[in-house]
């Protein structure tokens, strides 16, 4: 990712208040998914930003709806994704907290246990830490009244 002005930054922190979003959601199983997107109808906008960020833009439709605009997602995944929100955080209003949680979701440890209980109990413990967080996500996004 090249150098970027903080005015950019900062537009983009306005950008992703009003139109993004960042989710961590459980996976069947163990894995979780986590994305950090911007949606919106004007694909020059989103463009000009995934180039300068290495993020990438889709297409999106919506399903049996006339009523609705030709939209345009862009998308971060893993550390693109971190470099995003660590540069938006400083200016967001609204998704601060959600910006926090996903950089605090930690990572657990790979591979086989061949270590015995000490890696064991270790990524018990991370994923405690990820569920915790996840529900936190899961209340943060919900829609309605909180």
């Given at each position: 990712?090249?150098?970027?002005?903080r005015?950019?930054?900062?537009?983009?922190?306005?950008?992703?208040?009003?139109?993004?979003?960042?989710?961590?959601?459980?996976?069947?199983?163990?894995?979780?998914?986590?994305?950090?997107?911007?949606?919106?109808?004007?694909?020059?906008?989103?463009?000009?930003?995934?180039?300068?960020?290495?993020?990438?833009?889709k297409?999106?439709?919506?399903?049996?709806?006339?009523k609705?605009?030709?939209?345009y997602?862009?998308?971060?995944?893993?550390?693109?994704?971190?470099?995003?929100?660590?540069?938006?955080?400083?200016?967001?209003?609204?998704?601060?907290?959600?910006?926090?949680?996903?950089?605090?979701?930690?990572?657990?440890?790979?591979?086989?246990?061949?270590?015995?209980?000490?890696?064991?109990?270790?990524?018990?413990?991370?994923?405690?830490?990820?569920?915790?967080?996840?529900d936190?996500?899961?209340?943060?996004?919900?829609?309605?009244?909180?």
């Amino acid at each position: 990712m090249k150098k970027l002005s903080r005015y950019f930054w900062a537009y983009l922190a306005g950008l992703f208040d009003g139109e993004g979003s960042v989710r961590i959601k459980r996976r069947k199983g163990r894995n979780y998914y986590k994305e950090v997107k911007i949606t919106n109808t004007f694909k020059p906008v989103l463009n000009m930003i995934a180039k300068s960020t290495k993020g990438f833009v889709k297409k999106h439709t919506w399903k049996n709806s006339l009523k609705h605009k030709q939209s345009y997602i862009v998308r971060w995944f893993g550390e693109n994704a971190k470099k995003i929100l660590i540069n938006i955080l400083p200016y967001l209003k609204i998704k601060k907290k959600q910006g926090e949680l996903y950089l605090k979701f930690p990572k657990r440890n790979s591979g086989k246990f061949r270590y015995g209980n000490e890696r064991f109990l270790k990524n018990l413990e991370i994923k405690k830490l990820q569920d915790k967080i996840c529900d936190e996500f899961s209340r943060l996004n919900r829609k309605g009244p909180k």
